[in-house]
């Protein structure tokens, strides 16, 4: 079955950087589009960044573009997201999300359980 | 960025009622839309895909429809799991956006 396993979340303090990680399993990972999902504590849900099977395309939210930086390895069934310059607002727990279909316009079939960031001093 | 917004905020309900959530898109999405279900402490599920597709293993007592800028999610029989926030999320370009979610509350 598919499972998303994210890690690397933690406290960071403003200005600082981190890295997230997620471990996918139980598909053919290079196949599938890959998106970053992010909640505010109590808040909604906001949409961060994706990229594409092969890694050719990527998109950032306004809101993290220039300081968030997407990757994936695909050997190592591996979906990464770099985290510099984070703010307060950066705060929330950060989910791994598998799109359904391979066209990068496919409804979000499969979350992980999110990575918890604290930006705080 | 496409705005999406979402009516009611929250609402109250008993089991067996049916309810309904309405999504609107500032510009047409075709029927490029999703809707979610987060229960308390969960991640997301996704019910439905294309405004009207039922995810798989998802029950039929929820039902999607609309295209263009009006949507509706409606829950016929409402059971006791169903209690929870729901999202909508359109598919239809980048940046990706979501509403800002609809709370179901027992009454």
């Known amino acids: 079955q598919v499972q998303l396993v994210e890690s690397g979340g933690g406290l960071v303090k403003p200005g600082g950087s981190l890295r997230l990680s997620c471990a996918a399993s139980?598909?053919?990972?290079?196949?599938?589009?890959m998106s970053w999902i992010r909640q505010a504590p109590g808040k909604g849900l906001e949409w961060v960044s994706y990229?594409?099977?092969?890694?050719?395309?990527?998109h950032y939210a306004d809101s993290v573009k220039g300081r968030f930086s997407v990757s994936r390895d695909n050997s190592k069934n591996s979906l990464s997201l770099q985290m510099n310059s984070l703010r307060g607002e950066d705060s929330a727990l950060y989910y791994c999300?598998?799109?359904?279909?391979?066209?990068?316009?496919?409804?979000?079939?499969?979350w992980g359980q999110g990575t918890l960031v604290t930006v705080s001093s | 960025a496409i705005q999406m917004t979402q009516s009611p905020s929250s609402l109250s309900a008993s089991v067996g009622d049916t309810v309904t959530i309405t999504c609107r898109a500032s510009?047409?999405?075709?029927?490029?839309l999703g809707w979610y279900q987060q229960r308390p402490g969960k991640a997301p599920e996704l019910l439905i895909s294309?405004?009207?597709t039922l995810h798989s293993g998802v029950p039929s007592r929820f039902f999607g429809s609309g295209s263009g800028t009006d949507f509706t999610l409606t829950i016929s029989g409402l059971q006791p799991e169903d209690f929870a926030t729901y999202y909508c999320?359109?598919?239809?370009?980048?940046?990706?956006?979501f509403g800002p979610g609809t709370k179901v509350e027992v009454k």
């Open positions: 999300v598998r799109e359904a279909g391979h066209s990068g316009y496919d409804a979000l079939d499969h």
């Open positions: 139980g598909f053919t990972f290079s196949d599938y589009y």
């Open positions: 990229i594409s099977g092969d890694g050719s395309i990527i």
């Open positions: 510009q047409g999405i075709r029927y490029e």
């Open positions: 294309s405004a009207s």
């Open positions: 999320l359109q598919d239809y370009n980048y940046p990706r956006t």
